[in-house]
C-alpha cells in the first residue's frame, strides 16, 4: 500500500499538469499564478470537504449527507448574523462547526449503535436536513444586503497573497497530513477500513472508530457552510444541492478505496484539484459546463477500474507467496 499511493498521486499529479498544458495551448492566461490561485480558492471547499470524507470513506462508510450539512449550517450562520450583526465572525464560525459535527454525530450514532447501512441513513439525514433548512427560513433567501460586511469579508481578505478561504483549506491539509500519519485516531481509521476484525482484536472500537470519522466529516462541512455562504453573500435551501456527489468523486479519484482502508490525504487534494482545474477549465476553451459531468465520471469509472485492477495484483502475489511456502 505504502508503494501503491505514491504511484497514484504521482499519475494524478501528471494528469493535472498535462489538463494544464492542454488549456494553456488554448488560453495562456488560465496557467498565470493569479488565475492559478483564483482556481485553487474556488477548489477550497471541495478540498475541505472531501478530507472530510475520505476520513468517513476510509474506515467503510460513506456520507451523503455532508453538502445538506453545508447548506444547514451555512443557512443557520446566515440567518444568525442578520440577528446579531454584531456577534464576532469567530462565534459564529464555531456555532457552524459545532452544529455540523452534531449533525455528523447523528450520523455516526445510527451506524454505529442501530447498524443501519452508512448510505441509508445519509440519504435520509440528508433529505431531513434540507427539509429543516426550508422550516427555518421558510423558503426564503438570506442576500449579501442583509449580511454585515464582517461576516462576507472574512473568507474574502487577502493574507500573503492569498484569500483566508485557501489558508483554511492549506491548513486543513496540513492538520489532517499530521493526524492521519502521527496519530493514534489516524491509525485506527485505517485499521477500521483495512481489516475491522482484526481492528478488534487489537483492541480498537470500530463502531466508536465510525462515529467519530463521522464527527470529523460535519464538523468540516459545518465549517465549510459558513465559509461558503459568507464567500456567494447568499443562503437559500438548494445551496451546494448535488456537491455530495463532487465530494465522493475527488475521493475516489484521489485513490481513497470505497472498500476502505487505502487512501491518503495528498490523493483526496488531487481529486479535488483536478475536478477543480476541469471545472473551471472547460468554459475557457468554449466547451460546456456539462461535460463536467462526462468527464467527472468517466474519471471515477477509470479510477475504480485502476483500484480493482490493483487489488486483483496484490491477490495474485499473495496467493503466490503462499504456494512458494508449501
Not at 163 to 188: C, E, N, Y
Amino acid at each position: 500500500m505504502m508503494r501503491f499511493i505514491p504511484v497514484r498521486e504521482a499519475i494524478l499529479g501528471s494528469a493535472i499538469l498535462i489538463l494544464l498544458v492542454l488549456v494553456a495551448s488554448r488560453f495562456s492566461g488560465f496557467v498565470a499564478p493569479s488565475n492559478l490561485a483564483n482556481v485553487f480558492n474556488d477548489t477550497a471547499p471541495l478540498i475541505i470537504l472531501a478530507l472530510g470524507q475520505m476520513v468517513v470513506i476510509l474506515t467503510r462508510c460513506i456520507d451523503l449527507s455532508v453538502a445538506a450539512n453545508l447548506a444547514l449550517t451555512g443557512m443557520a450562520a446566515a440567518m444568525i448574523n442578520v440577528a446579531m450583526p454584531g456577534l464576532p465572525i469567530p462565534v459564529i464560525i464555531a456555532i457552524a462547526v459545532l452544529m455540523g459535527a452534531f449533525m455528523g454525530a447523528i450520523n455516526g450514532v445510527l451506524v454505529w449503535k442501530l447498524s443501519i447501512p452508512p448510505i441509508v441513513v445519509t440519504l435520509g439525514t440528508m433529505t431531513i436536513f434540507r427539509g429543516i433548512i426550508f422550516l427555518i427560513s421558510d423558503g426564503k433567501w438570506v442576500n449579501s444586503h442583509e449580511m454585515s460586511a464582517a461576516f462576507t469579508g472574512f473568507p474574502r481578505t487577502v493574507f500573503l497573497g492569498l484569500p483566508v478561504l485557501s489558508w483554511i483549506a492549506i491548513f486543513t491539509v496540513i492538520v489532517f497530513g499530521i493526524m492521519m500519519a502521527r496519530t493514534q485516531f489516524g491509525r485506527s481509521i485505517f485499521a477500521v477500513g483495512g481489516n475491522p476484525h482484526a481492528a478488534v482484536y487489537t483492541g480498537i472500537n470500530v463502531g466508536k472508530t465510525q462515529f467519530w470519522a463521522f464527527v470529523v466529516a460535519g464538523a468540516l462541512a459545518g465549517l465549510t457552510g459558513y465559509l461558503w455562504v459568507a464567500r456567494y453573500a447568499v443562503a437559500y435551501v438548494d445551496i451546494a444541492g448535488g456537491f455530495e456527489l463532487e465530494v465522493v468523486a475527488a475521493c475516489v479519484i484521489g485513490g481513497i478505496s470505497i472498500a476502505g482502508g487505502i487512501g491518503s490525504v495528498g490523493g483526496a487534494v488531487l481529486g479535488a484539484i483536478f475536478l477543480g482545474v476541469v471545472k473551471n477549465a472547460l468554459p475557457v476553451v468554449n466547451i460546456s459546463p456539462f461535460w463536467q459531468l462526462a468527464i467527472s465520471g468517466s474519471a471515477i469509472l477509470i479510477a475504480v477500474a485502476f483500484n480493482a485492477r490493483s487489488g486483483r495484483a496484490k491477490g495474485r502475489i499473495i496467493l503466490k507467496s503462499a504456494e512458494a511456502t508449501q
